[in-house]
């Protein structure tokens, strides 16, 4: 069967379009705007040909809450350097307390974890806690532009302390506590912070970490801290010096403030890393990031005041911020801080039942581990209220769609695909339209998503870069500490000026959906968690036997993850498996777990361009099939002899 003829496996039935958010917002066009869609394909080109239009409606419809109006949407449709909603002030936080004031005991969020039974807490409690959280920051000096940073695990107080900080004004950013302590300082010493945010350690897989030593040796190494807030999390008795207690905090007293801030007021800085350098410190704005979210997750989630919402992520990752947004539209949030896979694979499922979960989230590596381990959610678990779920961090391939569907009945399978650059989804849901296995059912509102070949042609129905080709709210004010703009424009526009070109590959099938088929570029994407290599190359070259090397990401869609690193080893030096283990524990205890390769293998040579780059996207192509013409062209490498060696290994790998 053709791709144009593929059938369905799940199409949503009239009571649920009728009652969907995505339809009651195109029945409100109609009503205040005059404006009528025939389907979801006809909304999405009006929203990309009319943006200024479009993000009005947005405006309106989600009646954002605003000290002071807007004079224009948009001063004109340029990337980078669009400006939004010019003349506006609002607080993100402020739309958070609009929701269940009649009813401020409902759930705002449920959560458990390893070292915690399942918690409640409400919507009063949440604006009591983070009403006196803010004002304890206020009244030591905190001020709107100050950096806050947190290493904290994934639950309510994270979710607390972000809100807080929100509504000073102040910038947020935020790390696992399972990350090491270089990706820790890599990024936080970047953006200066004031006050740190930490626990003392966590438990994962039964087993307990410790990390005040961590913490300790961070606070040494970030200098313009001036307060540090410890919340004793794996042990209750835990101290650390000149330290201020969370709970002592809390009980600050005061009315909430909301801090009147302009639209690209800066609200947080997250990380996505390149191949070259440090990891980039994004900024998004307070509007734009509060615009994207609220369209996002009511329009094409279908989430709402009365659904419970989780998307199972650690505080590193971008779905962290998306799944706290979910209390933007008025949901409860439920968090697990844990495994997933202890003391079973079945672990997320029981927690979908005992908080009555609506929408269940969580990466495609997840969903397909479940797969492989024979898991039967509905045998484990009692799933009426599940009515759907979302995958991302890599292609879902189809039987992975199969696998859902077949499993867990009538629900809307959310794939969803985006970026942290954006925070926001390119390409993702809707309720209105159905499913196709290994498909995404559209491109999300707002959002002028193309497939571009390489001289920057429209492709149909044909696999080519992830292009957009009008601006968006979300997109970055600009990265911390590039003052004239140089490293954003290298990561994004170079390829096509005035055009965003992200890194993915994608095919726009021919009834609007969107297929991704993994990274373009040389960053890796290791189950959802994405890391530039240079920051493997700094653990791994450190190492005095060890005088370059090179790693790929051979992740691709339908395909297992698979990472080699390459290793050019000095003379006399052999690689032993005691070599291998101590490069891979270097890897896990320095940056994450999810980034120690497959395979560490011993190479000649590094290739490398004339003026000396790595070779990773010319290798990784080669790896993945490319015949040499296609992947490398020899006249331009500084040592063309090199490429045999993985010219063997690709013929090796594919005859098995």
Known sequence: MSATQAEPIWTPSRERVENSRMRHYMAWLEQNRGLRFDDYNALWQWSVDHLEDFWASIWEYFDIRHSQPWKRVLDEQRMPGAHWFEGARLNLAEQLFRFHVEDPDHPAILSRSELRDLQSLSWGELRQQVTGLA?????????????????????????????????????????????????????????DPKVLITVDGYRYGGKDFDRLAVVEGMCEDLPT?????????????????????????????????????????????????????????????????????????????????????????????????????????????????GNPGHPDLGTLWRFAEETGMTFFGAGAAYFMNCKKAGIEPRALARLDTLRAVGSTGSPLPEEGYHWLQDGLGDVLIAAISGGTDVAAAFVGSCPIMPVIAGEMQCRCLGIAVYALDDEGKPLDDTVGELVVTRPM??????????????????????????????????????????????????????????????????????????????????????????????????QGVSLDDELRQRLRDAIRTELSARHVPNEVIAVPEVPRTLTGKKMELPIKKLLLGLPLEKAANPDAMANPDSLKFYMDFAVRRQTG
């Open 225 to 337: 801290l001036e307060h540090t807030i410890l919340l004793p999390y794996l042990n209750a008795g835990a101290t650390l010096p000149d330290a201020l207690r969370w709970e002592e905090l809390l009980q600050e007293g005061g009315d909430m403030q909301f801090e009147p801030l302009p639209f690209d007021h800066p609200l947080w800085v997250v990380y996505s890393s390149g191949t070259t350098g440090l990891p980039k410190p994004i900024v998004h704005g307070q509007g734009g990031t509060l615009l994207e979210t609220v369209k996002g997750h009511a329009l094409h989630l279908d989430l709402g005041p009365e659904d419970r919402f989780m998307w199972f992520t650690t505080t590193g990752w971008i779905m962290w911020n998306s799944q706290i947004g979910g209390l933007l539209v008025g949901a409860t949030i439920c968090l697990y801080d």
């Open 135 to 191: 004002n304890a920051l206020r009244s030591r000096g905190v001020k709107p532009g100050d950096r806050v940073v947190a290493y904290m695990p994934n639950i309510p107080e994270t979710v607390v302390a972000f809100f807080a900080c929100a509504s000073i004004g102040a910038v947020w950013s935020s790390c696992s506590p399972d990350m090491g302590t270089s990706s820790v300082l890599d990024r936080f010493r970047q953006i």
């Open 473 to 570: 709210p979300s997109m970055p004010l600009y990265f911390w500490n590039d003052a004239d703009g140089k490293r954003m424009h290298e990561s994004y526009f170079d390829m096509y000026p005035g055009l965003w070109r992200h890194g993915d590959w994608i095919r726009i099938t021919p009834r609007g959906g969107a297929v991704i088929y993994g990274r373009s570029d040389t960053t890796i994407n290791r189950h959802g968690i994405r890391m530039g290599t240079a920051e493997i190359y700094r653990v791994v070259e450190e190492f005095p036997e060890v005088l370059d090397s090179l790693v790929v990401d051979l992740e691709y869609l339908g395909r297992e993850s698979y990472m080699p690193l390459f290793v050019v080893l000095r």
